[in-house]
């Protein structure tokens, strides 16, 4: 009579598990190697290590993008948490970059009330990914101008004109420019324009939360403090990260292999009602900076170099919808004499895809913001233009 060794099939099925996941686990060190990020400290990584060394609280960059879709919350905060000690992201070295909030929340120094010039836009305009001497505020100085910045991480145009809004009223500025970033501004806002309290800064004159006001303060980092929960303090979901255990490379593969690849239809850039909001912001900034008699610039940031210099069907097929999008943008701007520069212009006549990497940032293998240059010179641009 035979008997079932259970136990030694157990054995073999646990063994051939190791093995498997052995394997496995090599494949993910030669994906992460190949991508230049293996081994890569997170940013909970440094967070906890500062509070190993430092009792004092530090706290993870927000971007209001990330409440929109919550319908249940009365207010939606428009900035970070205020005059703290903020981890805004690892640069290309995988080092941390921290700034200091000011009193509302933003990536400014000091809060100053009188400026020259009031930057309103997404990350770009945050200063993403490099230290403050080398943003756009840090840039600004160089030419003896001074500047404040509402930019946050993930603003699309309508969160921008809320942000705006929301804060005009505590400054006194001579000039205001808008950053379009083409790449995610339509994208961004076909979401923006599904919440109701966003839609409330565009339909009704006089809305805005009274987010500067102490309560409302308050409320916002306790809503933020709930947003971010424990997600300070998952060493052990980092430790699997940062040392590639949970393969995420290989799962990534399986699922691009196994995945059905259909073509990107971009529908967001066939929105006609995503144009007329964008329009309607334009507009109504444009209208408001005249009755003030204040200047109204618009920038157009770059598009990333995958799309500036298009090498697959994909990325010139989004190539000509996002042109056909900026152009109409244009027509608009030209129509109202707002002036304006492009920067994909410029960088398409002086740079290539060889060395576009002296304007641009890569950073996990992937395009990423602008380099100290790349802020330069666009500022330079920008000087140049408000000047004439």
């Not at 509302?104 to 000091?110: D, P, R, T």
């Not at 740079?351 to 996990?364: G, T, V, W």
């Amino acid at each position: 009579m035979n008997f079932i060794n259970y136990k030694k099939i157990f054995k073999v099925f646990f063994i051939n598990i190791l093995l498997l996941y052995f394997f496995l686990y090599l494949f993910e060190i030669f994906l992460n190697y190949n991508k230049s990020q293996l081994f890569q400290k997170t940013r909970l990584y440094f967070l906890n290590k500062k509070l190993e060394k430092d009792s004092s609280k530090i706290y993870l960059n927000f971007g209001s993008y990330k409440l929109i879709d919550r319908t249940n919350i009365k207010d939606l905060p428009l900035s970070g948490y205020d005059q703290a000690k903020i981890l805004l992201c690892m640069d290309e070295n995988n080092k941390p970059v921290y700034f200091n909030s000011d009193l509302n929340g933003f990536n400014n120094e000091i809060y100053q009330k009188n400026n020259d010039i009031l930057l309103i836009g997404d990350s770009y305009v945050q200063g993403m990914c490099v230290k403050n001497s080398e943003n756009f505020n840090g840039q600004f100085k160089k030419f003896n101008f001074n500047t404040t910045s509402l930019g946050v991480a993930g603003n699309g145009p309508l969160l921008e004109y809320s942000t705006f809004k929301e804060y005009k009223s505590i400054y006194e500025y001579k000039k205001l420019i808008l950053f379009i970033t083409p790449d995610n501004d339509f994208y961004d806002l076909s979401n923006e324009m599904n919440n109701k309290i966003l839609i409330n800064y565009l339909s009704n004159q006089n809305f805005v939360q009274n987010l500067s006001n102490y309560e409302k303060k308050k409320k916002k980092e306790k809503l933020l403090d709930e947003y971010f929960g424990n997600k300070t303090q998952r060493f052990a979901n980092d430790l699997l990260s940062i040392y590639h255990f949970n393969l995420k490379e290989v799962g990534n593969v399986f699922e691009n292999l196994f995945s059905k690849k259909r073509e990107k239809e971009y529908l967001y850039l066939q929105n006609k009602k995503v144009d007329k909001i964008f329009f309607e912001i334009i507009n109504n900034l444009n209208n408001y900076l005249k009755k003030q008699h204040i200047d109204f610039y618009v920038v157009f940031n770059s598009i990333t170099p995958n799309i500036l210099y298009p090498s697959s069907h994909e990325s010139k097929k989004y190539r000509k919808l996002l042109d056909f999008k900026i152009l109409k943008i244009k027509e608009l701007l030209d129509k109202n004499q707002i002036k304006y520069i492009d920067y994909s212009e410029y960088l398409s006549k002086n740079y290539n895809y060889e060395n576009i990497d002296l304007i641009f940032k890569r950073i996990n293998n992937k395009w990423d913001h602008y380099t100290e240059k790349g802020y330069f010179i666009l500022t330079k641009k920008i000087v140049e233009l408000i000047s004439n």
